[in-house]
């Protein structure tokens, strides 16, 4: 059992969650996206966010031309911003996922899987309205630690392995987890380690 893991089963335990050993681990020696990819699909998916919740979808399209962010946004969320087809509540949710994508920038101090994301972190982000650029975050962000991340990574696939579990079972997540803020975290933080587009992410557990 490697080190990542150690860690995670201390961090469930804490919680009263207990994980079975056969649970698969993750590999070490993966490496990170680039800090310039990272920033830029941060960016890419406040416009989006910010549509779902009532934000012009126009006005959304427009910044992200303007900040020449179109390749960092994925196809379904081009054609909700074009015709606003696709589900809004999982582009609302998607928010836990910036919320990640910003700590792994050194832009969120820490993450904690039983909180929501800080109700503030919207006015953290580009001002939309007044077409504010993102330049500042590209300055101010600096990259966590692989360690820090992957170490992260391993915790959020054993909480979703816990969450999945009790949903099989016919029972509520586990120590007070939400659902959408594991999966939606684990999906940043997965994509932050491997070389898969978002879209195209599983989440096996």
């Known amino acids: 059992m490697n080190v990542l893991r150690i860690q995670s089963i201390r961090v469930a335990a ?5 994980l079975p050993p056969p649970l ?30 009532g934000f012009d979808r126009t006005a959304a399209k427009s910044w992200l031309q303007n900040q020449h962010l179109e390749p960092a946004v994925t196809a379904a969320e081009a054609q909700f911003l074009e015709n606003g087809s ?31 994301c800080d109700s503030r972190f919207v006015t953290q982000l580009p001002k939309l309205k007044v077409g504010q650029s993102g330049a500042s975050w590209y300055e101010r962000a600096r990259m966590r630690g692989s360690d820090e991340i992957l170490a992260a990574c391993d915790l959020a696939y054993c909480l979703h392995w816990a969450v999945r579990q009790s949903e099989i079972e016919g029972l509520k997540p586990p120590a007070g987890l939400k659902q959408y803020i594991v999966i939606e975290r684990r999906r940043a933080l997965e994509w932050l380690s491997g070389d898969d587009a978002w879209s195209e992410i599983t989440l096996d557990t």
Request: aromatic share 10%; charged share 20%.
């Open 14 to 18: 804490a919680a009263g969650i207990i």
């Open 24 to 53: 698969p681990l993750l590999d070490e020696r993966i490496q990170l996206r680039p800090f310039r990819a990272v920033v830029d699909r941060l960016l890419a998916m406040n416009p989006v966010a910010a549509a779902a919740y």
């Open 86 to 116: 696709g589900h809004k509540q999982q582009f609302r949710l998607q928010v836990e996922g910036m919320w990640v994508l910003a700590w792994a920038v050194g832009l969120v101090g820490r993450i904690d899987f039983w909180k929501d």
